[in-house]
């Protein structure tokens, strides 16, 4: 089955830096990629998610990257603001909607 | 069209009972995806359902541990004969399906604890 991994585990910057979280997966039939934010006592919150067709996608702040060959996908937060500080889970799903999750990188965003 | 609505929020069972935790998915979403969550940890898979079927289970103890996903009416995940260990959030996700139509949402999850 499919196996995701996620580093780093947590994250630390400062209000108005770029954080980056690196996701690697292990079923090359894997063809869809989100990520998700979790706030304190709530559940994971769709972001923003790629697809294997498309190399990169942005969405005002944040951006996701996914390089197929090595089968590894990315989350970009430019200009972090003390809101995003979450918990962040990326996931990899494949043709048989199997969905499996990244362990988590717990963002936090010092003002 | 109303979110993934899980119920209950918060459920208390003593040791040994039974705990059903129960997940209607959004509108038109035949897919049901159960994930538990410890605290500070990550989202663990447990099963994965389509309409009447399991497809996947290999998450899910083989003991205790049962999901259902009827024609009618929600998604449960039923444990048996409660213990400590099983205090945890589990979450319910529910995707419409279908090859590049796959984006999936969570509930807000249900907070078990097991006294």
């Known amino acids: 089955g499919e196996n995701v991994e996620q580093h780093p585990s947590t994250l630390s910057v400062q209000e108005g830096d770029s954080a980056v979280i690196k996701c690697t997966y292990s079923?090359?039939?894997?063809?869809?990629f989100p990520w998700y934010k979790q706030e304190l006592g709530k559940g994971p919150q769709l972001i923003i998610d790629i697809r294997s067709n498309v190399g990169e996608k942005k969405d005002q702040r944040i951006a996701v990257t996914l390089n197929k060959t090595a089968k590894h996908f990315s989350l970009h937060i430019t200009e972090t603001q003390p809101e995003d500080s979450a918990v962040y889970f990326c996931a990899a799903m494949g043709d048989n909607n199997d969905m499996r999750f990244g362990a988590g990188t717990r963002l936090t965003v010092k003002p | 069209n109303a979110g993934v609505m899980q119920n209950p929020r918060h459920l208390v069972r003593r040791r040994g009972q039974e705990a059903r935790l129960r997940c209607s998915p959004m509108?038109?979403?035949?897919?049901v995806y159960w994930y538990r969550q410890l605290p500070e940890e990550g989202l663990k898979f447990m099963v994965y359902?389509?309409?009447?079927?399991?497809?996947?289970e290999s998450g899910m103890p083989k003991e205790r541990f049962s999901a259902e996903f009827p024609k009618e009416g929600p998604s449960i995940l039923r444990i048996q004969q409660v213990v400590r260990g099983d205090s945890a959030a589990y979450f319910c996700a529910s995707s419409p399906g279908g090859y590049m139509n796959t984006e999936a949402f969570f509930g807000q999850g249900t907070r078990l604890t097991v006294v």
């Open positions: 079923d090359s039939a894997s063809n869809y």
């Open positions: 509108k038109g979403h035949s897919h």
């Open positions: 359902l389509q309409k009447e079927n399991i497809i996947d």
